[in-house]
């Protein structure tokens, strides 16, 4: 613990792999998804995220979206599951949480400071 009494907390990339042939249950809840990240956004625990897809994108035509991936901002590797669980992409079955996988890591924040703040 800190010398507030806080936990400190980690860097976790997430990534989130759907299930095959989800695409459309997945624009159904994406709305509600959306919504419920906000107030975690809000309070810092999620700091980016977004869908990964099968192929560069194509104008004119719908993406081909195949999971998601996200950095978390949290004291342990469970209170990121904690939180994924809850999400309707979880409860609603387009997530493929066999192949979900949570890591932590050490980020740079932009490239410009990576002489400066490489550390390794």
Request: glycine share 8%.
């Amino acid at each position: 613990m800190s010398e507030t009494g806080t936990k400190p907390k980690y860097e976790w990339l997430v990534i989130l792999p759907d299930y095959e042939g989800v695409l459309d249950k997945r624009l159904e809840v994406r709305r509600n998804h959306i919504q419920g990240l906000e107030a975690l956004v809000k309070k810092g625990f999620w700091t980016f995220g977004g869908a990964t897809l099968d192929q560069v994108p194509e104008e004119g035509k719908k993406l081909q979206i195949n999971g998601s991936i996200m950095l978390a901002l949290a004291e342990s590797k469970e209170a990121v599951l904690e939180v994924l669980k809850e999400d309707v992409y979880c409860k609603s079955g387009v997530w493929d949480w066999e192949k979900v996988q949570i890591h932590p890591v050490s980020w740079i924040p932009t490239l410009t400071k990576i002489s400066s703040e490489l550390a390794y």
